[in-house]
């Protein structure tokens, strides 16, 4: 079954509002979660690393204030798409590592934003 | 800056034939590859991963090979089926300057099984 759970799995919202999308960790602890955004047809962009605790780390490009990051416990890490625009429709994938630093991520099933 | 990047973007392959997915790297001091298989609608699934102590590893019907010389991995999958059907992405593990670790996609290939 699956160890890293996403929701919701899609989202439809309008130009200008803010869209919350949820990454648990289950049935283990997960200090770092990663947050990637897939466009069609394109690989996986890695956007943050959520550090429980901490703030989270952004890749160059991703604006922080606009993908907003928390990760308030050991399995719950948010992504939050604030002011959205038609552009930031993408599909957004969590990870996490369950044995910790360079070991293999297991990722949720993503969640599709769509912003018209 | 690095970057992980792949050979063909589309393999088309008959049942039941050997299919062979190749990856090139660009950072010589990755240490840790992994390769994902990812079906439409959802997120990337492990497959297996091959650590730069090692030149081959072999799981269930795939094998990944690593040749450090040429920065090159490659995903073996014998007697493909239809199941096989998805993009698979090779993915590098990259330590950061504060020593924490991200992992890196490469641009994938979409592998299609022809029955």
């Known amino acids: 079954g699956a160890v890293v759970s996403q929701h919701p799995s899609w989202v439809i919202c309008k130009s200008g509002t803010s869209v919350k999308i949820e990454c648990r960790s289950l049935d283990f602890q997960a200090t770092t979660m990663f947050w990637y955004r897939q466009f069609p047809k394109q690989s996986l962009m890695l956007m943050a690393t959520s550090n429980e605790g901490s703030k989270a780390t952004y890749e160059q490009g991703v604006e922080k204030d606009k993908f907003l990051i928390n990760h308030a416990s050991l399995t719950l890490s948010t992504l939050t798409v604030t002011s959205a625009h038609p552009e930031d429709s993408s599909f957004y994938i969590c990870?996490?590592?369950?044995?910790?630093?360079?070991?293999?991520?297991?990722f949720g099933n993503g969640t599709r934003l769509t912003v018209t | 800056g690095e970057s992980v990047g792949l050979h063909l973007p589309t393999l088309s392959v008959q049942e039941g034939d050997n299919s062979i997915i190749n990856c090139a790297y660009s950072?010589?001091?990755?240490?840790?590859f992994i390769w994902y298989k990812q079906e439409s609608g959802k997120g990337p699934q492990f497959i297996i991963d091959i650590r730069s102590n090692m030149d081959k590893r072999q799981g269930q019907r795939v094998t990944v090979l690593l040749n450090k010389t040429v920065k090159h991995l490659s995903l073996q999958i014998a007697a493909t089926q239809p199941g096989d059907s998805a993009v698979y992405f090779c993915a590098e593990n990259i330590q950061a300057r504060d020593s924490s670790y991200k992992l890196i996609f490469g641009s994938g290939t979409r592998l299609l099984v022809r029955p």
């Open positions: 990870s996490a590592s369950i044995q910790g630093l360079n070991s293999p991520l297991h």
């Open positions: 950072n010589s001091a990755s240490d840790y």
